[in-house]
DNA sequence: TGTCATGTGGATATGTGTGTCCTGTTTCAT
DNA sequence: ATGAAACAGGACACACATATCCACATGACA
């Protein structure tokens, strides 16, 4: 349902925000997230296509956000590497539905919409500051 | 999100459902919902395993409902070729997370449990039934 | 200006979903 | 019995997501 490549990202961009805003090399990303390193490697080399983060070669250099985790939602993060293919037209291109979806299509569009906007109202400093005794990508 | 296979077997169970309780045969299944033949076949083989469908060989066989419309679900169908993979334990295995997702896999998980929600709560009577000007499968 | 740390990008490998083809098996009608 | 209709199932092909490896380019700093 979610690739790997979203939930790499996601992981991603979590341990950024938690160190937000000092940048963080591939390497450590990769190993605090359990990523493989020369995958994640190209996992971010799409989110700086996108403008969500920004690689920085050389000493010292490394990962960071682009943007703040309060203006960085998840949804500006899935769409980057793996959009939710929302249903806008019929996948069977008859005629006489068009834009207008049959009974089926109309419901799986609609839990496209709900998953799209559960993330769009969700960014990552709300998940940072969720209540919750789970920290995010922390064992402790 | 949803595989070929998702959307090739509940096209298949609704053009069942529209002719139900009348056998159809594979070929005519593949006519009217656009599937690659071969393929459909396959994918009612699995649909028949899980006892959605029952599939009678030789003249005058065909594909047909094994449950009735009104006690077919869209998750009922979705379950049998491709489960929505609910996350049930942390992705990176953390011990302190374990079963208590964190808020970013919790959210993730709630948009998957929404739709299998959704996808429960819809048979495919109801489908037939939805006052909708596009009827599914059909062009008129 | 040299050196090292770091990301860049191409080539390649592997697994799985999707799709095709062909032969076999079952069932019914005659 | 025979033959046609229809599904069953294995072998194969192809594309794409995932993953690995290595040579190269770039930037910071001494």
Chains 1, 2 share one sequence.
Do not use: W
């Amino acid at each position: 349902m979610f690739s790997q490549t979203v939930e790499y990202a996601l992981r991603a961009v979590v341990h950024l925000a938690i160190h937000s805003p000092r940048p963080q090399t591939t390497s450590e990303i990769a190993a605090a997230t359990q990523v493989p390193t020369a995958y994640l490697s190209k996992v971010l080399q799409g989110l700086r296509e996108k403008g969500i983060v920004l690689l920085q070669r050389g000493v010292g250099g490394g990962v960071s956000l682009a943007r703040s985790p309060q203006q960085l939602t998840i949804l500006d993060v899935v769409s980057a590497v793996d959009p939710i293919p929302r249903i806008t037209t019929c996948p069977l291109d008859l005629k006489a539905h068009g834009v207008r979806l049959c009974a089926l299509h109309r419901r799986m569009d609609d839990a496209l919409l709900h998953m799209e906007t559960a993330f769009r109202e969700t960014t990552l400093a709300e998940l940072l500051e969720d209540p919750n005794p789970s920290v995010p990508l922390c064992d402790r």
